[in-house]
């Protein structure tokens, strides 16, 4: 387990997106089930604005689906696309407000096996599935933690992917990641 103290704060997910989607790049993924503890290193961020924004899911309302980004900062918005990946964001900002940020990569550090670049096999290897729908993300057993060894990193700034349908809203720069990084999903 993370040393105490480690896990993040809800205060930390109760602010901009894009402030917690650049910050939580090298911070690291915890999920202990099982008695098997899955790790990883965030490497790769999108952030979603909220019902203004037309690429989040929150943008066609409230919604039994969209509940949890509605919901209180710091908490795990997982849901299933193409009827067979699972996704995970982190909602952000206070309760109402409806945004959150994709986790789009991770680097692996313990009791990860598959691959990892990529939303869908990111939950995949770390064992995320609805189940953890509305978790909270303060809780031991699930949580984002600071780094064990901080770095400096290189942050790049990119358009968000898969979101074409989203006009103006798919060319802005809300994805984000670390600089050579080998477990991005594309540059």
Not at 17 to 24: D, G, I, T
Not at 147 to 166: F, K, L, N
Request: glycine content about 12%; hydrophobic content about 40%; aromatic content about 6%.
């Amino acid at each position: 387990m993370d040393p105490a103290g480690s896990i993040l704060p809800r205060a930390f997910y109760d602010r901009d997106p894009v402030l917690v989607a650049r910050e939580l790049l090298g911070k690291q993924l915890v999920l202990v089930a099982g008695g098997v503890e899955r790790a990883g290193r965030i490497v790769e961020t999108e952030a979603y604005l909220g019902p203004h924004d037309l690429a989040a899911h929150s943008a066609r309302g409230r919604t039994a689906r969209t509940e949890v980004m509605f919901g209180p900062p710091g908490h795990a918005y997982v849901y299933l696309i193409y009827g067979m990946h699972h996704c995970m964001n982190v909602v952000t900002q206070s309760e109402g407000q409806a945004s959150a940020v994709l986790l789009r990569a991770l680097e692996p550090l313990r009791g990860i096996g598959g691959h990892t670049r990529g939303p869908g096999l990111l939950c995949k290897a770390m064992g995320i599935d609805r189940a953890c729908n509305g978790r909270d993300l303060t809780d031991p057993a699930f949580h984002v933690a600071h780094s064990e060894a901080p770095e400096r990193i290189v942050i790049v700034r990119r358009p968000r992917i898969g979101v074409d349908y989203a006009g103006h809203w798919a060319k802005r720069l809300l994805r984000f990641y670390i600089r050579g990084n080998p477990y991005i999903s594309r540059e």
